[in-house]
């Protein structure tokens, strides 16, 4: 089964997010929105008609979002069969949070052996 497709997103704390990605736009011609950090879009190799994307974003460092892990990032895993994965990691003693459906597709979160939360993301058809 194919598994991990791709980086969905990169998620850091910072002190100051604001501050944080003008200082990136400034320096580095990252243009984030204020919702969603910067959105890098991207062909896919396999359906090179089909547009898919990779979000970066800085986080307020006092986030709940990263929790339980004390982490100060947190990767998002695009992939493919989310429910199927799922199922693997369960029945390989994984505690798995989740399926949870959002307007971008459905995610579900894992711990690795190191303590650091990762998010699964399979998007929905055409994002």
């Known amino acids: 089964m194919k598994k991990v497709t791709g980086i969905g ?30 959105i890098f879009e991207w062909r ?5 008609e089909k547009s898919e994307y990779t979000v970066w974003g800085p986080f307020p460092r006092d986030t709940e979002y ?24 369960r029945e390989s003693g994984l505690e798995v949070t989740g ?4 307007p971008e597709g459905i995610f579900a979160w894992v711990m690795d052996p190191e303590g650091n939360k990762i998010e699964l993301w399979e998007p929905l058809a055409g994002t």
């Open 99 to 102: 399926p949870k459906e959002h």
């Open 9 to 38: 997103g990169i998620f850091f704390k910072a002190r100051d997010p604001d501050r944080l990605k003008a200082w990136y736009e400034s320096h580095l011609g990252i243009e984030a929105s204020d919702e969603a950090g910067a």
């Open 66 to 89: 990263f929790k339980p892990s004390s982490a100060s990032f947190m990767i998002n895993y695009r992939v493919h069969n989310l429910g199927e994965l799922i199922d693997e990691l």
């Open 44 to 48: 896919d190799p396999d359906d090179p």
